[in-house]
């Protein structure tokens, strides 16, 4: 009898933890990425200053790279920028807009990429996909998943403690995700990857059981290991589908209708999903979802970060225009304006706003 099984793209280190910054280098080596500490090195122009200041001594064979956000010109030429180098590897250390335009510069010339997050703001530092602003808004981009992970819990806790709310919204919105998902699987026959929406959705279930709050390490240790094992979901899956439904719709729509007034991604699903949950029925999950995000300090109702009722039903009715083929509660009840407005009017009510 034969036996099957498959290789799931992964990271070969994994390395969360306070004071995981100071041992990059080792860690690097001893996982046989650079023995040689021949790294190209991105990093913002900001915060990544300071960062390069702290580790160029220990990484003397290090060129560093600033890269100028994440846009997809500014990527194509840190790819341009490194070849011709023998490096070992790219590492990206900084925020999502860094990682991600690492990510692609890597795959651009074909070297491994190391991930080392500075903040926790969203899914994105483990998966294969670059998001990255264009001449047409903003594109995701197949990239190979990092081959390595990084997170130093004490410079986590340095930065704004929105990016820290931010990544809580965006794992919390897996459970909404997966149950999209089904939904979808049950209607239309799409199929799941089950083993992509078990660790999916373990990862948003364990945020939002978790009692810690956003100052506490253990608590920062299970979001950093949520937001990694969402972006291997994805791997898994070979699509967002995992992490991405009515809740993203819906973010996604306002970032298109709204772009100059978006608030941080994290925030936006947050909200998504608790609405989301509560169209399919689950106030009372709406209801828990409301809760856990009020206490970590989320918004949960889009008055709280600058979008009056009748903008939100517009963003509402507009999202599922934003991922065409994608089967979400949005699409499966196919809301008039003025049942979202009503619908919007119960939710309300239901997490006591």
Known sequence: MPVLTRLIPSPVVV???????????????????????????????????????????????????????????????????????????????????????AKYAAARVGLPLVAVATNLSHDGICSPVSTLDNDNGRGSYGVPTPIGLVIDLDVIREAPVRYVRSGIGDALSNISAIADWELSHRETGEPIDGLAAAMAR?????????????????????????????????????????????????????????????????????????????LRGAEDEAGLFAEVLHRHGLPTTP??????????????????????GRYTI????QLSTDQIRDAYADYAKTIGS
């Open 15 to 101: 390395d969360i933890r306070a004071g995981a910054l100071d041992d990059l280098a080792s860690v690097l080596a001893d996982q046989r990425i650079s023995s040689s500490g021949r790294l190209a090195i991105a990093i913002s122009g900001g915060s990544g200053t300071v960062l390069r200041e702290r580790l160029a001594p220990a990484l003397p064979g290090a060129d560093w790279y600033e890269v100028a956000g994440g846009t997809i010109d500014g990527a194509v030429k840190l790819a341009d920028a490194m070849r011709g180098s023998r490096y070992d590897a790219v590492v990206g250390l900084g925020g999502g807009k860094i990682i991600d335009a």
């Open 330 to 333: 949005l699409e499966h009840l």
């Open 303 to 324: 008055g709280e970060i600058g979008f009056t009722e009748a903008e939100f039903v517009t963003a509402v009715e507009y999202a599922p225009q934003t991922r065409p």
């Open 202 to 278: 373990t990862a948003g279930e364990s945020v939002l059981r978790h009692p810690g709050g956003t100052g506490e390490d253990e608590f920062l240790t299970v979001l950093s290991e949520a937001l990694v094992l969402t972006g291997i979901a994805m791997s898994i899956s070979g699509d967002s589908r995992p992490a991405s439904g009515a809740c993203h719709e819906i973010s996604h729509a306002i970032d298109l209708l709204y772009p100059k007034r978006a608030a941080a991604h994290g925030e936006q699903v947050g909200i998504a999903a608790a609405f989301a949950m509560f």
